[in-house]
Nanobody, 126 residues
């Protein structure tokens, strides 16, 4: 599956952004999806994940309560609504996918994902 992330940009602290990830695969509905981010000089870190049926989600502690992951399987699309952005949210954001035979499972480790998008830059100024 090919993934194309978009929606990044430059915003001020406390503003919002919505990232999108378009998937090429017609069986998108059977992929567990995740968002990761990587700041300069830091390792890639988990942000959020959603099961292929949308029934389970998981967030990192740093974004819980501010970010919301969602998906539209009819449109082969994944989203990340980011509210109350902070300067420490500045990073390149990547969407990732992997298949799963279980409808409600989510994965939080980068090594658990098979497919990656190219990333979209999010910069939050103070």
């Amino acid at each position: 599956v090919q993934l194309q992330a978009s929606g990044g940009g430059l915003v001020q602290a406390e503003e919002s952004l919505r990232l999108s990830c378009a998937a090429s695969e017609r069986t998108f509905s059977r992929y567990v999806m995740g968002w990761f981010r990587q700041a300069p000089g830091k390792e890639r870190e988990f942000v959020a994940a959603i099961s292929w049926n949308g029934g389970s989600t998981r967030y990192s502690d740093s974004v819980k309560g501010r970010f919301t992951i969602s998906r539209d399987n009819a449109k082969n699309a994944l989203y990340l609504q980011m509210n109350s952005l902070k300067p420490e949210d500045t990073a390149v954001y990547y969407c990732a996918a992997r298949t799963s035979s279980i409808a409600i499972v989510v994965y939080t480790r980068a090594e658990d994902y098979t497919y990656w998008g190219q990333g979209t830059q999010v910069t939050v100024s103070s």
